[in-house]
């Protein structure tokens, strides 16, 4: 299915696990919203991790061959740590799992990434605030807050309530961050209600039955 028909789906609650949902099945067909650096320039502009202005200037001076490229790096990127986050899920990491996240820190080497001091307009306490820029050198400089976004989520995250969705067919993921953490699907729009009529339609038919 082509990926610019559907918009990308955004309810993980953390910005890594949206990464590993940018392939997904939302109705019946698989999805994968980075399948070509167009389609990941999208997906990065959607999710709201590359600056308008940055997107732009790289669409114009890379290829369309570079773009492809970084969008399958990408695609490496996800499918990697989507077996780490499926292996883990609910349960706690441990320091024994910093060896196994050696290739994402390897990444994260490559940051150009440089801090600035610019006017804080919320009216705190100082007339500055500390903002975290980087320099969009590349193609391959798209990878980067992506990287920043898995790191934050094993760093951040209790993996204790990082969950898969309950849904028969559903690969999202996301980080439960409810009270009581009772949650069990990607979105009740998406699989919710489906499940909420899969299991009407069995109470009738036992109705029926009995």
């Not at 559903?170 to 009581?180: E, V």
Request: a neutral charge; one cysteine or more; glycine letters at 6%.
């Amino acid at each position: 299915m082509d990926y610019r028909q559907i918009p990308a789906i955004f309810v993980a609650d953390a910005p890594g696990l949206d990464f590993l949902n940018s392939v997904a099945t939302p109705v019946d067909e698989e999805v994968d919203w980075i399948s070509d650096g167009e389609g990941f320039l999208a997906w990065l502009e959607q999710a709201g991790m590359v600056p308008p202005a940055a997107l732009a200037a790289l669409r114009s001076q890379s290829t369309r061959a570079e773009l492809d490229a970084v969008a399958a790096q990408a695609r490496a990127l996800r499918e990697w740590f989507r077996e780490f986050v499926q292996k883990r899920k609910g349960r706690p990491l441990t320091a024994r799992n910093l060896r196994e996240l050696a290739p994402l820190n390897q990444l994260l080497e490559r940051d150009d990434g440089y801090g600035e001091i610019v006017a804080d307009v919320t009216g705190g306490v100082s007339p500055f605030e500390f903002r975290a820029n980087r320099r969009w050198k590349s193609a391959e400089s798209l990878l980067m807050p992506i990287a920043e976004a898995l790191a934050r989520l094993v760093c951040d995250e209790d993996f204790t309530h990082v969950k898969a969705c309950e849904g028969p067919r559903c690969t999202l993921m996301f980080a439960d961050h409810t009270r009581g953490h009772a949650r069990r699907w990607c979105s009740m729009a998406i699989c919710g209600n489906r499940a909420k009529v899969a299991a009407h339609r069995a109470r009738l038919k036992e109705q029926e039955n009995s």
